[in-house]
């Protein structure tokens, strides 16, 4: 099968390469699905499970991408709650190969159903700008009606999700960003936007809730807005600033299928909108994932048309 792989960490996105490798096969409570469309995040080539798996035991060549649209063609030993031919969207483990790929396997509980009417390009997605959006503000930030949010990066893959689900569970949402994300970022929802090189964040006043997508400086901005008993949520690795009388949580996403399944109910009835900025096929992908300027939204990578 063709895949995207990557054999050294120094090389970062400028080292993939498109290769023949052999189809995966079924393990325990696995499935084997076929993949329609990919998504794909930029840091995956820093990531330390990118390149060694649970045991600290070298995976290169590790193929690349854990966001997945496709349809499952066997089942492993054990595996229950799906079956052949269903349509399928989900995250895959981030020690295994991904999902750049015509074929994965994949544990089935990391895996929701897909809905007829939502096509395999809108499915890939949404498994990491979803699920994190929505661990961030319900688990983690336990994000309430009435509260204001600040979120970074509010024309994102990620904070165009976070800004939306927040807007439809009552809170007042201040995005942020480059000037020209402006309009994009009022269009998600959110009810003001801060301009990260030229306006102010002390400008914004007291927050329940730091989305962090950035990190460094931004952080420690804006920690100081975060009104005693809030929440720093972040993204990104690290926490580097804490809130003087709150939480301060660094999370890594998690699959959940239950999740999974209310993200998509939303895109369905029109309360969530993807944030997709360019699709190209896998023989284009490695063109598409280095690109020479800069792109809004998710790159998606249609595995079959």
């Given at each position: 099968m063709k895949a995207i792989v990557v054999t050294e960490q120094v090389a970062g996105t400028a080292g993939m390469r498109l290769v023949e490798r052999p189809q995966p096969t079924a393990a325990i409570n696995d499935v084997i699905v076929e993949i329609h469309a990919s998504g794909f995040v930029p840091t995956e080539v820093e990531w330390s499970s990118t390149w060694v798996d649970r045991a600290g035991r070298d995976r290169s060549p590790s193929i690349l991408g854990h966001e997945l649209a496709g349809v499952v063609t066997a089942l492993g030993y054990g595996t229950t709650g799906l079956s052949v031919g269903q349509r399928v969207f989900g995250l895959s483990d981030w020690h295994r190969d991904g999902t750049l790929a015509e074929y994965v396997a994949i544990e089935a509980r990391n895996l929701a159903p897909l809905p007829g009417d939502v096509d395999f390009t809108t499915g890939a997605s949404l498994p990491i700008s979803g699920l994190t959006a929505w661990q961030g503000l319900f688990v983690h930030g336990r994000l309430q009606s009435g509260q204001s949010l600040?979120?970074?990066?509010?024309?994102?893959?990620?904070?165009?999700?976070?800004?939306?689900?927040?807007?439809?569970?009552?809170?007042?949402?201040?995005?942020?960003?480059?000037?020209?994300?402006?309009?994009?970022?009022?269009?998600?929802?959110?009810?003001?936007?801060?301009?990260?090189?030229?306006?102010?964040?002390?400008?914004?006043?007291?927050?329940?809730?730091?989305?962090?997508?950035?990190?460094?400086?931004?952080?420690?901005?804006?920690?100081?807005?975060?009104?005693?008993?809030?929440?720093?949520?972040?993204?990104?690795?690290?926490?580097?600033?804490?809130?003087?009388?709150?939480?301060?949580?660094?999370?890594?996403?998690?699959?959940?299928?239950?999740?999974?399944?209310?993200?998509?109910?939303?895109?369905?009835?029109?309360?969530?909108?993807?944030?997709?900025?360019?699709?190209?096929?896998?023989?284009?992908?490695?063109?598409?994932?280095?690109?020479?300027?800069?792109?809004?939204?998710?790159?998606?990578?249609?595995?079959?048309?």
């Open positions: 600040l979120v970074h990066g509010a024309a994102g893959a990620v904070g165009s999700m976070v800004t939306q689900l927040a807007r439809e569970a009552g809170a007042y949402v201040i995005g942020t960003g480059r000037a020209a994300d402006r309009q994009k970022a009022l269009d998600f929802g959110a009810h003001e936007f801060v301009d990260l090189a030229n306006d102010t964040l002390q400008g914004v006043g007291g927050v329940d809730l730091v989305f962090d997508v950035i990190g460094g400086d931004i952080q420690k901005q804006s920690v100081a807005l975060i009104r005693p008993g809030g929440t720093l949520v972040g993204v990104t690795g690290s926490i580097e600033a804490r809130p003087a009388d709150g939480l301060a949580v660094d999370f890594v996403v998690e699959s959940d299928r239950a999740q999974l399944d209310e993200i998509v109910q939303r895109v369905r009835d029109g309360r969530l909108r993807t944030n997709i900025g360019n699709i190209a096929n896998l023989d284009d992908a490695v063109a598409a994932l280095n690109p020479t300027e800069r792109r809004g939204g998710k790159t998606i990578i249609q595995v079959r048309p």
